[in-house]
């Protein structure tokens, strides 16, 4: 993939060639000078109503970061919120962006800004991260602030709770949103509706789930806050005619913003859903045997999932994840325990090169116990998301291996970005307990990267906290 800049000043206009695609990009808006490939790569998705995607290079997704940076962007949304909304200049901005921009010292700098007290909000706010990709983004952008509260959408479906907002992200691949806060006043309370998501291309998603809070909810303000911003004047009205419709407020704010123009065909899909390389060979095997880990985690939620075929998973959920509401007092136990994990499984390492994984929607909380687990440590996430791999240079997705979720068998998950028999050892994070039967798709799959060592740290289990079970 060729990248080349055609101009000095603003706009900058930055073009890039996936395989039979072109993406050209225009910046318009970069207050604090990130260079791009600092923020985002770019690749070819498998999607029939968007044929690319913006890979994140700081979430902590489908790329391995070091997992303070993913921490880090977090403060950097949190931090242009306060300015750009509130009009406050948060003390340490500059520190983070610079970070983030550098990549020089992030601990030091997140340890900085986290020993700080909260910063109040003058009114109730509710933060919402999108499933699945900004769950953890959008905890980390709450986790600054007081008076306020957090909720991520979900894809699963828990059927001793109701869906209280539902609604759909219209260019996904999962295209079903569902929000279960154990709080009913959650929603009623907030004055303001702060959405986050990684990037925003049309918009599309916030509208939608804007017009289903303002049906049961209504409210007068709210904002969208992204990494990356690509919406077209056409879309911008979009906004704006909605906001006239609902008589309400919609802001937003952004790291980076521009256009986008695509040009040229899309990829011709031909692989398989399972069981292979993406985009390259296909492979067989038996599943690796992992060690495990059960953390003493108590604060739970009893309710119980469901997929498709009527099978339960009957395992608590975490309640410290945001998927049930949090709030700002809430989580504040957060990151001690988080820390007190993370330097336990520190010691337990074996491995100079360790790289942590999260599952699915299950991401600030690994992420965060990832950045007390000592040096040499990168930290992603697996996904739903569907992408093509290429191992060319700068093209986002170098390799990505497919296999059933464990949640769900006919949704595939994929891990990206892992190179084979790099890694000294692997934690894989799972929110919850699952049988050995319905992961060994992910662990036959996971025995072709070729690394010698795997754990799985389980969060939440039906079986005495602390034993590790026959058979792991």
């Known amino acids: 993939m060729n990248n080349t800049i055609s101009s000095v000043c603003l706009p900058k206009i930055h073009t890039y060639n996936l395989e039979d695609q072109r993406v050209i990009v225009t910046i318009k808006n970069n207050r604090y000078n990130f260079e791009p490939q600092t923020l985002f790569s770019l690749a070819a998705r498998k999607n029939k109503k968007r044929r690319f995607l913006f890979v994140s290079n700081v979430l902590g997704k489908h790329v391995p970061v070091d997992p303070v940076v993913s921490l880090l962007a977090g403060a950097a949304l949190a931090a242009q919120f306060l300015s750009q909304i509130h009009g406050v200049d948060h003390v340490d901005t500059q520190a983070i962006m610079q970070a983030l921009k550098s990549n020089k010292d992030p601990k030091k700098v997140y340890e900085t800004v986290i020993e700080r007290s909260l910063v109040p909000l003058p009114e109730e706010t509710l933060f919402i991260g999108f499933a699945e990709t900004a769950t953890g983004l959008g905890h980390a952008t709450f986790s600054l602030f007081d008076k306020a509260h957090y909720l991520h959408t979900t894809r699963e479906q828990i059927p001793l709770l109701e869906s209280v907002l539902n609604f759909d992200e219209d260019h996904s691949h999962a295209v079903n949103h569902r929000c279960y806060p154990l709080d009913s006043e959650l929603l009623k309370i907030a004055k ?94 038996a599943p690796i045997f992992p060690e495990a880990r059960y953390l003493d985690i108590t604060d739970v939620i009893a309710v119980s999932s469901e997929d498709s075929t009527g099978y339960k998973n009957v395992s608590p959920y975490l309640k410290l994840t945001g998927r049930f509401g949090l709030s700002s007092s809430d989580n504040l136990k957060l990151l001690p325990l988080a820390r007190q994990i993370g330097q336990e499984l520190g010691n337990d390492r074996r491995g100079m090169k360790t790289l942590c994984l999260g599952t699915g929607e299950f991401m600030y909380f690994p992420m965060l116990v990832s950045a007390y687990m000592g040096s040499g440590v990168s930290y992603h996430s697996t996904t739903r998301s569907p992408i093509y791999s290429f191992a060319k240079p700068e093209y986002a997705i170098q390799n990505g291996f497919a296999y059933q979720s464990s949640d769900e068998l006919s949704i595939a998950n994929y891990v990206y970005n892992v190179p084979v028999e790099y890694y000294d050892e692997v934690y894989v994070f799972l929110e919850r307990d699952v049988s050995h039967e319905r992961l060994i798709p992910m662990l036959t799959t996971f025995r072709k990267l070729g690394i010698p060592r795997w754990v799985l740290v389980i969060g939440s289990t039906l079986k005495k906290h602390g034993k590790e079970v026959a058979g792991w």
Do not use: M
Request: charged letters at 20%.
């Open 192 to 285: 303001t509706i702060v959405l986050v998501d990684d990037e925003i291309t049309t918009g599309n998603t916030a509208l939608n789930i804007i017009r289903a809070i303002h049906c049961e909810f209504p409210k007068t303000n709210y904002v969208v806050l992204s990494l990356l911003d690509w919406r077209t004047a056409e879309d911008r009205d979009n906004f704006r005619i909605l906001e006239q419709q609902l008589d309400i407020t919609i802001q937003t704010v952004s790291l980076l913003a521009g256009e986008i123009a695509v040009n040229g065909d899309p990829i011709n899909d031909q692989t398989d859903q399972f069981n292979h390389t993406v985009g390259s060979t296909l492979f067989s095997g």
